[in-house]
C-alpha cells in the first residue's frame, strides 16, 4: 500500500497565499507523477498542477498559472503546491494524486490523498 498524507490547506483572504504539501510513504519503487486536483461544490474534480520526474516537467491548469507552483523533494517523495494571489474561486477540496510502482515486484498504483479543504474569502 502507498498512503498519500496532504497538509496546508485552510482559510486565506483574497490576494493571500496557501501552501499544501503531499508526503507519499510506503514500498515505492519509483513515482512517476505527483500532482494536484480539486473539486469544488457541484463541480467536477479538475487538475491543478502535475509534476512528472521524468524531465521534471510540470502542467497546470489554466486558471492558476502564474500564481500557482508545483515542485517536489523526490529524497521525500513529497510534492508541493505553493499558492498565490488566492481568488475565491480557488476554493475547494485539493486532492493529492501520485502514480508509478510499488513493492518488490513493481505494481502499478494510483493513490489518491484524503483530500484538503481550502476556502478563499473575498
Known amino acids: 500500500q502507498v498512503q498519500l498524507v496532504e497538509s496546508g490547506g485552510g482559510l486565506a483572504q483574497a490576494g493571500g497565499s496557501l501552501r499544501l504539501s503531499c508526503a507519499a510513504s510506503?514500498?515505492?519503487?519509483?513515482?512517476?507523477?505527483m500532482g494536484w486536483y480539486r473539486q469544488a461544490p457541484e463541480k467536477q474534480r479538475e487538475l491543478v498542477a502535475v509534476?512528472?520526474?521524468?524531465?521534471?516537467?510540470?502542467n497546470y491548469a489554466d486558471s492558476v498559472k502564474g500564481r500557482f507552483t508545483i515542485s517536489m523533494n523526490n529524497a521525500k517523495n513529497t510534492v508541493y503546491l505553493q499558492m498565490n494571489s488566492l481568488q475565491p474561486e480557488d476554493t475547494a477540496v485539493y486532492y493529492c494524486?501520485?502514480?508509478?510502482?510499488?513493492?518488490?515486484?513493481?505494481?502499478?498504483?494510483?493513490?489518491w490523498g484524503q483530500g484538503t479543504q481550502v476556502t478563499v474569502s473575498s
Open positions: 509534476f512528472t520526474k521524468g524531465g521534471d516537467s510540470t
Open positions: 510506503g514500498i515505492i519503487f519509483s513515482i512517476n507523477t
Open positions: 494524486n501520485a502514480v508509478g510502482l510499488r513493492g518488490a515486484v513493481m505494481s502499478f498504483f494510483d493513490y
